[in-house]
């Protein structure tokens, strides 16, 4: 199944920085980033399990964000896009 | 039905900054805000093609990405949430 997780993570110490960087870093092996803070990831349930609990353990719960949305099997035609396409390296840089 | 927008503009320039706060002060008409870049719009067929026709006008298409994913009508067991949940003001200002 499709599962799109989406981040916010606080900035704002270098805690923070390298907390942004190790989801990141995760995320990229598990899927597609589509943007600065959204991952594609095609995932079974063990393996969506498995994504949820690594990211749980990285986070500051009282400060950063994580959301899943589970888009299912049939999700080709679920998923709209306008404007640029972007690749990022896990750093979260453009690579032009 | 469900309709989730995610975008990154590019805000290298004050005009992607501007375009930013002009994306955001679009989507809070449709929906909450759910990240810095996430918005959850519960949304029929016109309401959704209106929302991405207006996007469109703002973005920038060679520097800026939106996404849409629709999430249909029975959404409420597609959606998880781990760690804090924030409150945004149109500008992006966190709300405490």
């Known amino acids: 199944m499709l599962v799109l997780i989406t981040y916010d993570v606080n900035t704002e110490t270098a805690l923070g920085k ?3 960087r190790k989801v990141a870093k995760l995320c990229v092996n598990y899927g597609q980033r589509v943007q600065n803070s959204v991952f594609e990831c095609v995932l079974d349930a063990a393996k969506c399990r498995e994504v949820k609990h690594k ?3 990285i986070i ?4 950063d964000s994580l959301r899943f949305y589970y888009l299912g099997n049939n999700y080709k035609n679920k998923v709209d896009h306008i404007g640029a396409k972007q690749s990022f390296d896990v750093e979260g840089t453009l690579i032009v």
């Open 18 to 20: 390298k907390r942004l």
């Open 55 to 57: 990211l749980e353990q």
């Open 60 to 63: 500051d719960k009282d400060k």
